[in-house]
């Protein structure tokens, strides 16, 4: 060990802040390059590949075929051709500009959770930015944690890591500060780990040997780090079916033209006449639009405190049924305080709060024994306030407050940790509930054992009276410490016991852990956090079902549960790991399927992942939150994997699919309304499109059928339409507010297609409404001029005023539409138009865009428009008034049909 910190020009206290500081300008950051992804000119590239762009480019060449030999030469033609060129490459320029922003929002939230370490600068621990380890620094490892550099081991009690990311192999691996004989492999030294490995149990320090893309995993990083986009499944429904509709309305504009064709009309006619048809049907910035709403919601998401890591959350998170929520730090604060201690057979009271070590502590003298094996027993640093916070722990907040109190009392924690070095550590674990120690105390060796009251108190033999010294304990004396410990776990206080007993130097854990003397009980408390009770409520309003699932007591449980509204029963159920073990699958089932209040006490990882498995096994929808890294299975198992942001470990948030920021369970409820109303936005905004794409192809196919000669609506007007004006308006549905009531309607169902039976009945009455409205219209003009079909010619001003009445009358009643699809039930005057800015916003340019076109020469020339009258406006608007009438109508209907 000595050699290998020499040879890195480091001691064992770690580097000085201004040595780190030189090797790290010299070395630059400790980070992997950016993963190489394809070039921005190869994205923006494959923006003409898929079916839409290809059906239209391919109509474009056709186009230009045909005016190239029609004899003599339509202008119109060319016009056409170039246009539908325009329209794609405008579409590609969109599609890519939002994928863009899409993928800077991504930046930005991972951005947001940065990895952490802890290393050992100037004989400190300091809590460091990972990107900031340079080669010679000396990390603190603990189980949990992400190795952020290859480095030695040099000090080790219990470690294992897995090296699954560098070997395939999940199997834990023991590592040990002993040297290695030369010409082992550098991954079987048992004395290295690795960055990108996890470790699984135990502690060590270990000093920087390599960082960044010196280390093993960043050599082999290098080699394949690719990107790919991820597409949640939500993404490929619309995709596949944007697919459908085009394949469709390929199929569909094939069968027009063929109508057409014998009819005896011009070719090019015939065929105009078809690609308007399929130009209608296509909702052509879908894909995309849809990339963009799911972005939105994400980083709405992370403004409440929860991280989306991946879009699949986004839409799971609104069929979401049962919460499996753990108790400290996320129903309560995660700020420990010791309120009292017990040493037998006397009570002392502690005051003060917060980690700030001012209070008093009630006849501290008797109590210098207990407290002092309770940090010598700390892996846990207490940091003074500073430019950056108040008093704050570094570490495991439970031993934080053991810090604490210890403070209070007058014990001087360094001085202690120097008198009596520490030689060996059996760090804790979920089976064994405690956690030892071993110091050397001038010529003795003494272990220090501190851990669950119940689990300790078994392996006690002895217990310190002060009165008698060291006696032997008693049944009366276990039950008094079992009732004592029952009295604080009803006042919500978390309770550890603490322990002692000399042993020889090399004992193992098992025979350390035996025959202890038992000092006292330590209660403290984490009290609720505020706002949780609320959420609670909004859950259960919401009709999810919310289980408590804790290593605590089953008094603690209980009663934190009481506070913040879980239960108000006066025997709820509650089960322990203990109760578990005793139940097989089929009667575990049972006992979740049974909506009564239900907690989980005393439960250890392997019972939380059966929890998570026997709900979802009833096909529930399961969120389930931990911090742990022996939580990773069950964060993998369940729907929606929750970890910890500020205090969980790095294990837990590489499983999961979700870190709250803030821990707390509160946004979870939050981040499950917004996942609701991003699924409940995307559907508003396909509803939108589709109900417009109806209105372009209804009177395209009433004027082949009716054999009107030429199109009520052209390509070119079609693709204005969707790309200038339904567009931006989508954008702005994809991103509204949850509506009112949300979280009042119970959670839908996963298998609920996108496209339901009640969406596809309302794109069919909103979109036959403007269809019917649009080709009355258009041949309302046509009439009052008393034209007769075989006299309307492309040049004949009535013709261009009925085309243009047909573009602005898709766009006017898309502004209605626009109004009243933001709620299926809620009138538009309940919903008011405060919280629809940026639509009525971006439905502005679009009547800009329609007033241009009509009255603008270019755009006539190019759309084939007139002006139109005022009295036509008017007739547009009425138009569209009615369709919003209608679906009021519709929804007064709906409304008094729940009240029945």
């Known amino acids: 060990m000595k050699g290998a910190l020499e040879t890195l020009g480091v001691t064992a206290r770690g580097l000085s802040a201004a040595d780190a500081a030189t090797r790290l300008t010299r070395d630059g950051p400790n980070e992997l390059p950016v993963a190489r992804g394809p070039s921005m000119l190869r994205r923006f590239a494959a923006q003409f590949t898929d079916l839409f762009a290809v059906m239209l480019l391919v109509a474009a060449v056709i186009t230009f075929v045909a005016y190239r030999l029609g004899s003599p030469r ?17 579409n590609a320029v969109i599609g890519f500009g939002q994928e863009f922003a899409a993928e800077r929002t991504a930046e930005a939230l991972r951005a947001m959770v940065p990895h952490r370490t802890v290393v050992l600068r100037d004989g400190e621990r300091v809590d460091a930015p990972a990107v900031s380890l340079v080669v010679g620094d000396i990390l603190v490892l603990a189980a949990g944690d992400a190795v952020p550099a290859d480095a030695r081991v040099i000090e080790a009690h219990g470690l294992s890591v897995d090296n699954a990311a560098l070997t395939g192999e999940s199997d834990p691996a023991r590592r040990t500060p002993d040297a290695v004989a030369a010409g082992i492999p550098a991954l079987d030294a048992h004395n290295l780990v690795w960055m990108g490995t996890m470790v699984v149990a135990g502690t060590a320090l270990a000093v920087v040997v390599a960082t960044a893309k010196n280390t093993e995993f960043g050599r082999i990083y290098q080699l394949t780090a690719t990107t790919h986009a991820e597409h949640s499944p939500l993404q490929r429904q619309v995709t596949g079916m944007a697919r459908r509709v085009a394949a469709g309305a390929f199929c569909l504009g094939a069968l027009v033209f063929a109508i057409r064709l014998p009819l005896g009309g011009p070719l090019v006619t015939s065929f105009v006449f078809a690609l308007g048809v399929m130009v209608a049907l296509v909702p052509e910035g879908l894909p995309a639009t849809m990339s963009v709403a799911l972005a939105v919601g994400v980083r709405r998401m992370a403004h409440r405190q929860a991280l989306i890591k991946k879009l699949v959350a986004v839409e799971t998170l609104g069929s979401t049924t049962v919460i499996c929520t753990d108790k400290t730090g996320t129903l309560t604060k995660a700020e420990m305080t010791v309120q009292q201690i017990w040493v037998p057979d006397r009570t002392h009271g502690v005051s003060g709060v917060g980690y700030e070590p001012v209070g008093a502590v009630e006849s501290p003298e008797s109590l210098l024994g207990t407290l002092r094996a ?14 950056d916070g108040g008093w ?26 120097q008198a009596a070095p520490r030689v060996q550590e059996f760090p804790f674990d979920a089976d064994r509930k405690l956690m030892t120690t071993v110091h050397r105390v001038d010529d003795t060796v003494v272990a220090y054992v501190k851990g669950a009251p119940q689990e300790l108190l078994a ?37 550890l016991a603490v322990a002692y007993r000399p042993v020889s130097a090399g004992t193992g854990q098992a025979g350390t852990e035996q025959d202890l003397i038992l000092l006292g009980l330590i209660g403290m408390l984490d009290p609720p956090r505020p706002e949780v009770s609320a959420a609670i409520a909004t859950c259960e309003r919401a009709g999810i079902r919310i289980v408590m699932v804790t290593g605590d007591s089953v008094l603690t449980a209980e009663a934190i549960a009481r506070k913040v509204g879980l239960i108000d029963r006066a025997h709820p159920r509650a089960l322990t790991g203990a109760d578990l073990d005793g139940l097989d699958e089929q009667q575990l089932r049972a006992l979740v399927a049974d909506p009564a209040p239900l907690l989980f006490a005393r439960v250890k990882p392997e019972h939380k992942m059966r929890v998570v498995s ?67 936005n995307i559907r508003t905004f396909l509803i939108y499109v589709f109900t417009s794409n109806i209105g372009e192809l209804v009177p395209i196919v009433v004027a082949t059928l009716a054999g009107f000669p030429l199109v009520p609506l052209s390509a070119v007007q079609v693709l204005a339409i969707d790309l200038g004006s339904d567009v931006l308006p989508a954008l702005a549905l994809g991103t509204l507010q949850p509506e009112q009531g949300t979280m009042d309607r119970p959670p839908r169902s996963p298998r609920e297609s996108l496209f339901s039976a009640a969406v596809v009945r309302r794109i069919l009455f909103l979109g036959g409404i403007q269809a019917a409205g649009v080709t009355a219209v258009f041949f309302w003009h046509i009439h009052s001029a008393g034209l007769p079909f075989d006299a309307v010619t492309a040049a004949n001003p009535v013709y261009r005023e009925a085309l243009t009445m047909s573009q602005a009358g898709i766009v006017v009643s898309q502004i209605f539409v626009g109004l009243t699809v933001r709620s299926d039930r809620l009138s538009i005057v309940t919903l008011g138009l405060r919280s629809s800015g940026r639509m009525l916003a971006a439905q502005g340019l679009s009547l800009v865009a329609i007033c241009a076109i009509s009255y603008v020469p270019l755009l006539q020339r190019v759309f084939h428009t007139a002006p139109l009258a005022a009295a036509d406006w008017a007739l547009l608007v009425v138009c569209g008034a009615l369709l919003l009438v209608a679906d009021e109508i519709r929804k007064l209907f709906l409304r008094s049909r729940k009240k029945l």
């Not at 022996?630 to 870190?659: C, H």
């Open 74 to 90: 339509d202008p119109g033609s060319l016009e056409l051709a170039v246009a539908i060129l325009a329209v794609v490459l405008l």
């Open 374 to 387: 309770a940090v010598l027993c700390c892996d846990a640093r207490l940091l003074p306030a500073d430019a």
């Open 392 to 417: 704050r722990v570094l570490g495991d907040t439970t031993e934080g407050a053991l810090l604490v109190v210890a403070a209070k009392a007058g014990v001087d924690v360094g001085a202690e940790q």
């Open 459 to 495: 392996r006690c033999t002895h217990v310190v009276q002060d009165d008698l010294g060291v006696v032997a304990i008693s049944d009366a004396m276990r039950a008094r410490v079992t009732a004592v410990n029952d009295d604080m776990s009803r006042d919500a206080l978390r309770v």
């Open 614 to 680: 026997a709900f979802k096994d009833l096909g529930e929808i399961v969120a389930v939150t931990g911090d742990g890294a022996n939580d990773a299975p069950a964060l993998r198992r369940a729907d929606i994997g929750v970890a910890m942001g500020a205090s969980g470990t790095d294990v837990a948030r590489e499983a999961a699919v979700m870190v709250l920021l803030d821990d707390s369970f509160a946004s979870i409820a939050a981040a499950v309304e917004r996942g609701r109303s991003v699924y409940q």
